[in-house]
């Protein structure tokens, strides 16, 4: 998956534009940047990759979703329904206006439950946020009737997912407002970014002020903007762009790397009858970022885990006992280690995170094994990994 693996005279091309001009700003500088504008050359190659109306560059995907958020009205108080298995990201975008995270039950998809989604649902539920989890999607036509039927916004965590398309539509592109990271380890990277897309042109304009201070961007002079809204610093940098740019202009290929890369692991994996395969939910398609499967139980998934590292079989990780992806260790978050006080109103929307039990999230992610995708993989080597996989995995079970 990390698109750093695939680093090269793109990338530097691109950064050595902005050094040469010496203008890392987005905005302004005009006569200066030899007509270099790297954040808007990116905006538009996603806008046309992801098929979408709108899209605009942030400093990481944590913005990203606190930004699809604010932009849509989500604040103090409201509820966001999200998923127990995702990154820690997830919730403290939630948290970082005021709002409250309600998370639920995963299914056989490793993302939102929608039976989980509709039970969770309260007068003070704003928004669904699905996380697309190692490049595959929840049941999006079942969330999308359930936002209508109660009148709830659709926000996709696509961080993971860029490449991925569900109905032939672009994974994020899909609901009110999706968001991607491009962090070091991600797909596309910038080292540290982020993208908010919308076909919705009023969150747009709020993206564009609120990411720059709420500056509304219509004076000559930078100094003459007014502020409709307050805002934030969530800019990107011309440089991260730079190198953002050269690797989305590679998307399709990096994708179509995984998605060989993918097959070979899948097919070499399916002749053992004990493995299962994540579902992805009809008219889906992975971004091959990741490849998923389930063992029969704990026990063997953690055998299986442990085989892998023996064996040298890296980038493998059973989420069951991971701090960063999963409930299950997300202490600080039940017990609201915070270093400032949050607001009461937080504290007893959390509550329910010191009792509640997630029997069926655990029935999952304790069997799940979640194996990264190398881009810069040989074919040699991947099937060579794929027998070591195998094998590993038989002495597992
Ligand atoms: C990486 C990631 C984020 C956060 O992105 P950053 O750019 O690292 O802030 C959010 N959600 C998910 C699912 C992620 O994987």
Not at 155 to 171: H, M, S, V
């Amino acid at each position: 998956m990390p698109g750093f693996e695939l680093f090269g005279s793109a990338e530097r091309k691109e950064v050595n534009d902005v050094l040469d001009s010496g203008v890392l700003m987005r905005y302004g500088f005009d006569g200066m940047r030899n007509g270099h504008w790297k954040a808007k050359e990116l905006e538009s190659e996603l806008q046309e990759k992801l098929n979408v109306k709108h899209v605009q560059l942030v400093s990481s995907g944590t913005a990203a979703v606190s930004v699809a958020m604010a932009v849509a009205g989500i604040g103090a108080g409201d509820e966001v329904i999200m998923p127990t298995f995702t990154f820690v990201a997830s919730f403290e975008a939630i948290m970082m206006l005021g709002a409250i995270p309600v998370l639920v039950d995963i299914d056989d998809t490793l993302t939102l439950d929608p039976q989980a989604v509709e039970a969770a649902i309260t007068s003070k539920t704003k928004a669904i946020m699905p996380v697309h989890m190692c490049g595959s999607m929840a049941d999006l036509n079942a969330l999308t009737a359930i936002c209508k039927k109660h009148n709830l916004l659709l926000i996709e965590d696509a961080c993971q997912a860029i490449g991925g398309t569900y109905n032939k539509k672009p994974l994020g592109s899909l609901g009110d407002v999706g968001c991607f990271s491009f962090d070091f380890v991600k797909t596309i990277t910038c080292g540290e970014g982020g993208a908010v897309i919308t076909n919705n042109e009023s969150y747009f304009k709020h993206a564009d002020h609120y990411t720059d201070h709420g500056h509304d961007h219509e004076g000559l002079d930078r100094g003459a903007e007014t502020h409709p809204f307050l805002g934030y610093n969530f800019r990107i940098s011309e440089l991260q762009a730079a190198v953002g740019l050269a690797q989305a202009r590679r998307l399709h290929d990096f994708v179509a790397i995984q998605k060989k890369h993918y097959t070979i692991l899948r097919d070499a994996l399916s002749a053992v009858p004990e493995v299962t395969f994540r579902t992805v939910p009809e008219g889906g398609e992975e971004s091959y970022g990741f490849l998923n499967f389930f063992l029969p139980n704990l026990e063997s998934a953690r055998k299986t885990a442990n085989a892998f590292k023996q064996s040298g079989v890296d980038a493998c990780f059973h989420y069951f006992d991971n701090n960063w992806h999963y409930i299950r260790k997300w202490d600080h978050l039940k017990n609201l280690k915070s270093l400032y006080p949050i607001s009461n109103e937080v504290k007893e929307g959390l509550k329910y995170l010191q009792t509640k039990t997630f029997e069926q999230s655990d029935h999952y992610i304790a069997r799940n094994i979640s194996c990264l995708i190398k881009l810069s993989w040989t074919e040699e080597q991947v099937k060579e990994r794929a027998e070591k996989m195998k094998k590993a995995i038989l002495e597992a079970l």
